[in-house]
């Protein structure tokens, strides 16, 4: 997994499950960068947001 910004190498990788989904966090410590990706590729922020929403 590589920064899509900046193209470094060495993310901060978070595992997380919301609303029983596989959603893992990718955060780039050199520019900040934040990815999401769950079981069906990359998501969008909204996307996120919406799984947070459907967990509750
Ligand atoms: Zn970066």
Redesign the pocket.
Known sequence: MR?S??A?HDLVAIQLTIASEEVAFYR?P??D?RTWTGSTGELTRDGVLELVRAGR
Do not use: D, F, G, Y
């Open positions: 920064c910004n900046c470094h780039c050199r520019c960068a």
